[in-house]
């Protein structure tokens, strides 16, 4: 905005000017000039506010770039040191694990309990693969403390779940290693029961590597190893057509991801569904399946794997 004061021209008459042609000559371009900043009818004190366009960029709002699928050659798809170094600490601990339970079944002779206690872990790394899974998907966003970045890349995986098949193995377990690594090995130190041991081996294992359960979910059955297809086929691992179903509209079931064993008891019950009252009456936090698909649910097809060559 421009702020311009008025001025205006002398009430004498020009002959009161000394007559010489210079001065005569400036006295005119001064009048002159002065007179196009005037307005008729105005008083000698009025501010006359010229308004004008600016058009300097706005420096507060942020440019949010568009976000697309991550290339194959990513880096936060491949592999680091420290990345394979926790799922050898992983790996490691859990085969120690099941070392301790073998060791301690022999010398009590006591097999049946063992099993037991390891089928009750399969089922349970089932039931948390599920209840994380939902949490994820339906609260929280990729500022939340501890769980921000695993929040935003399910969010991710939902839009271009192809992506998690081009995902190095150490890559997707590091996290899950990292956990298990610190939470089983003061067990295995404290406690040489056998029973808890095959309880904590089965479960401990299949919750870090349910991540590479959800993988093969996402594989092409031809591209898969065919024990790995048995398993599917046999119900031991989620199997391909299960995990799809959570992968379309409303997006609010079968989100165990171990063996899927749990999914049908959950959803055919309402778990979640209830799960997600409670915290809305108690917290006034709606979850993501209350409303309606976004762009950011919308799978997006792999265009690598869609485009047919003609020859």
Known sequence: MSILKQHRCPSRSLTHIPTSPRLHLVARLTCSATTTTTKPKSSQNQLVIEPRLETKPDSITPIIPSVGPPLSNDPSLQSTWSHRAWVASGCTTLFFSLAKTVTGAADTHMWFEPIVGGYVGYVLADLLSGVYHWGIDNYGDATTPIFGSQIEGFQGHHKWPWTIT??????????LARSITLTVLPIEILCNDPVIQGFVIVCAGCIM?????????????SKLPPLVVALQDAGVLVSRSQHSAHHRPPYNSNYCIVSGVCNEFLDKNKVFEALEMIIFFKLGVRPRSWSEPGAEWIEEMDEAQSQVTVH
């Open 166 to 175: 081009r995902r190095q193995f150490a890559n997707n377990l590091h996290a």
């Open 209 to 221: 590597f349910s991540q590479q359960f959800h993988v093969w979910s996402h594989g092409t059955k």
